[in-house]
Nanobody, 121 residues
Framework: QVQLAESGGGLVQTGGSLRLSCAAS????????MGWFRQAPGNDREFVAA?????FYAEDVQGRFTISRDNAKNTVFLHMNSLIPDDSAIYYCAVSRSPSASTDVGDYTYWGQGTQVSVSS
């Protein structure tokens, strides 16, 4: 069984930066996809970034967010720069056992509890 624990959320001003971390316990194979999703009030959960065979991003965070991964420590990070109020949401770490996982919520088996990111204008 895999358990995920996010940390690093908080309140920042527009233009600020945050780094989210997600530590996984249990077996995480290097072929698993580790990713980040977010959900704002009243919205569906949406893809942000993922790291597997390749790294890919949602269009609206491309160039501002960077995902990185430390397989030795079963940890994935999300470095967020140039934050804007529209980035405010609960951010969730997710893991898929399928190396071909993409942007679909349904591709991911394991989820963390989430960490709040709030960006003030």
């Amino acid at each position: 069984q895999v358990q995920l624990a996010e940390s690093g959320g908080g309140l920042v001003q527009t233009g600020g930066s945050l780094r989210l971390s997600c530590a996984a316990s249990g077996h995480i194979d290097s072929t698993y996809v580790m990713g980040w999703f977010r959900q704002a009030p009243g919205n569906d959960r949406e893809f942000v970034a993922a790291s597997g065979r390749r790294i890919f991003y949602a269009e609206d965070v491309q160039g501002r967010f960077t995902i990185s991964r430390d397989n030795a420590k079963n940890t994935v990070f999300l470095h967020m720069n140039s934050l804007i109020p529209d980035d405010s949401a609960i951010y969730y770490c997710a893991v898929s056992r399928s190396p071909s996982a993409s942007t679909d919520v349904g591709d991911y088996t394991y989820w963390g509890q989430g960490t709040q990111v709030s960006v003030s204008s």
